[in-house]
C-alpha cells in the first residue's frame, strides 16, 4: 500500500531500475540497497527518475558491497514492510573459468537469496512479503538451452519444478542455470521450514526485453539483455536456435509492485513469457523502421528457427491483472530506443562502434 516502505535490492539495474520507477509511481517509499556509490549516482542521474522528483523521504539509498556476506542485508532490512530481492550474478561475457563457475554462478546465487530471507526473519520483525526475481531458466531443463532440446508439446506452470542441475557445469550458462534453480528452491524451502513472519511470491520471467532507462549509448543498449535482438538485426540474422520466450520489461516491473498487494495470496509463483517466433524480428522492424534497412544500418540475412518452449502465463492476468505485451510491441519499444540513441550520437550505432 501507499507510503510503506520497501527494501529494493538490484534497483540499479535494467529491470530492477523499472521496479524503483514503478514503486515510487505507486505511492511506496523505497530503500535501494547498491553495491557502491557509483551504481547510486548513475541512478540518481536516469532523466526518468529526475522527471518524478521523489523527496528524500520517498527515496533513500543503502551501500551493501557483497550481498553474499553473513548479515550483508541486517542493516537494510531495518523497518521495512516489504523487500523485492532483483539482484542475482549474472551470466555474462567475462563469466569465470569452469571450475568456479559453481562457486560465482551457483553458490553466490543461493547466497544471496538466502542471505536476505534470514536477515529479514532475524532482524526485521515488520516485514511482511517477500517478492523475489527467479527466471523461467530455473524450472526448465538445461538441455533445452544447452542442447537445442525441442520440448514444444510440453506446458508448464509456474508451479513446475526440476532437479537442481549437479556440477560439473559444461558452460557459464549451465551454472546460471542451476543458480537460478538452486535459489529458487533454497528460498521456498527456506519459508517452508522456518517460522517466518512473512511470505514468499517468486517472479518467474523469460528473456527481458524493453527500453532501458539507464542506458546512455547504443553501446549500452547492446550491453544489456537487449542486446541479443539488436545483434541480430545489426549482423542480419543468428547463428544459433534461440528459445522463443520473452517478456516486457515494464510487465516483469509490473508484477513485482502488483504482487506487493494484500490481497494477492502469498506463498506462489507468477510466471511471466510470450511465445516469439524470432523469425518475425525483421518483418516486425521493417514495419515500424523502414529506414533503418534501406540505410543499411540492419541486415535481413538468414533467420534460424525458433526453438519453442511453451509456458503457461494465465495466471499473470488473472490473479495480477496484467495482459503481457507481444513480441511486435516489445520489439517495437527496443528498436525505437535503440535508433533513438543512435540519431542522438549521429552515428549509425553498428558493432564496430
Not at 532440446?149 to 557459464?172: F, K, L, M, Q
Not at 509490473?254 to 495470496?265: C, E, G, N, T
Not at 506462489?268 to 511465445?275: A, G, I, V
Request: charge should be neutral; glycine fraction near 8%; include cysteine.
Amino acid at each position: 500500500m501507499a507510503g510503506e516502505l520497501v527494501l529494493l535490492t538490484g534497483g540499479t539495474g535494467f529491470l530492477g531500475y523499472a521496479i524503483l520507477i514503478d514503486l515510487l509511481k505507486s505511492g511506496y517509499r523505497v530503500r535501494v540497497a547498491a553495491r557502491s556509490q557509483a551504481k547510486i549516482d548513475r541512478v540518481r542521474a536516469a532523466s526518468s527518475l529526475r522527471a518524478l522528483n521523489p523527496p528524500a523521504t520517498q527515496l533513500m539509498f543503502v551501500i551493501v558491497p557483497d550481498m553474499t556476506a553473513p548479515g550483508a542485508y541486517d542493516e537494510a532490512v531495518l523497518g521495512v514492510d516489504f523487500i523485492i530481492h532483483v539482484a542475482a550474478p549474472l551470466h555474462t561475457n567475462s563469466t569465470p573459468p569452469k571450475e568456479q563457475l559453481e562457486e560465482h554462478l551457483v553458490a553466490s546465487s543461493v547466497q544471496g537469496s538466502l542471505g536476505i530471507l534470514k536477515s529479514a526473519n532475524e532482524k526485521a520483525k515488520t516485514v511482511r512479503r517477500i517478492v523475489m526475481t527467479s527466471s523461467t531458466v530455473a524450472i526448465a531443463p538445461t538441455d533445452i538451452y544447452a542442447k537445442g532440446i525441442n520440448e514444444h508439446d510440453i506446458v508448464r506452470g509456474p508451479e513446475y519444478r526440476i532437479a537442481i542441475p549437479a556440477p560439473p557445469y559444461d558452460s557459464g550458462l549451465h551454472a546460471y542455470c542451476a543458480g537460478k534453480t538452486a535459489a529458487l528452491q533454497a528460498s521456498e524451502a527456506f519459508v517452508k521450514d522456518n517460522a517466518t513472519h512473512f511470505d514468499l511470491i517468486s517472479i518467474l520471467p523469460s528473456w527481458i526485453l524493453g527500453k532501458d532507462k539507464l542506458a546512455m549509448d547504443t553501446r549500452d543498449m547492446r550491453a544489456g539483455s537487449n542486446g541479443m535482438v539488436l545483434g541480430w538485426l545489426l549482423a542480419g540474422g543468428q547463428k544459433f536456435r534461440a528459445v522463443g520466450n520473452a517478456v516486457l520489461c515494464t510487465d516483469v516491473a509490473r508484477a513485482h509492485v502488483r504482487a506487493l498487494d494484500p490481497d494477492i495470496k502469498g506463498n506462489q509463483s507468477f510466471l511471466l513469457n510470450t511465445e516469439v517466433k524470432w523469425e518475425d524480428t525483421v518483418q516486425i522492424a521493417k514495419k515500424y523502421f523502414p529506414d533503418a534497412f534501406t540505410s543499411g544500418l540492419f541486415q535481413e540475412g538468414a533467420w534460424q528457427l525458433t526453438l519453442p518452449l511453451r509456458w503457461d502465463s494465465s495466471k499473470v492476468q488473472d490473479v495480477l491483472g496484467i495482459n503481457l505485451a507481444t513480441y511486435d510491441t516489445i520489439l517495437k519499444e527496443v528498436v525505437g530506443q535503440y535508433l533513438e540513441l543512435a540519431k542522438r550520437e549521429g552515428r549509425r550505432g553498428t558493432e564496430e562502434e
